[in-house]
């Protein structure tokens, strides 16, 4: 029984440091371990009056859109500074709105409707001719 070609190395000289010897092992603290993202969970406090997770997500981007617009906020808003202490002029980050928005909708200081459901009672089938 014969084998395909072999795959060692072959003999001779192997690159290594300048006179040969074994390599110095690695340095420690050279490459720091990779940094971990760590996510910030928002702990929100859904209102009665809507009284539904996805209805307060739905209103809430909503408002996020009306914000970045250039709504006037309806809560107080700290507004961030640049590294010479001067403020900023107004983001246009949707996450920093967002969360004005989500604290807005919280205080339950948006006005909202909801939307009205018909429901059809009578309906007539008429079946599709070929004809």
Known sequence: MTR?????RPAGP???PPGGGARPPPRRGRNPPP???VTQRTIVRVPEEIANKYRFVVIAGKRCEQLQRGAFPKVE???????HGQAQDAPKLASFWGQVAVAEVEENRIAFEEAEILT??????????GE
Not at 4 to 8: A, D, E, T
């Open 120 to 129: 059809i009672e009578d309906t007539t089938v008429v079946p599709i001719s």
């Open 4 to 8: 395909g070609p072999s795959r060692r």
């Open 77 to 83: 808003v700290v507004v961030p500074v640049n590294k």
């Open 14 to 16: 192997r690159a290594g």
């Open 35 to 37: 940094r971990v993202r």
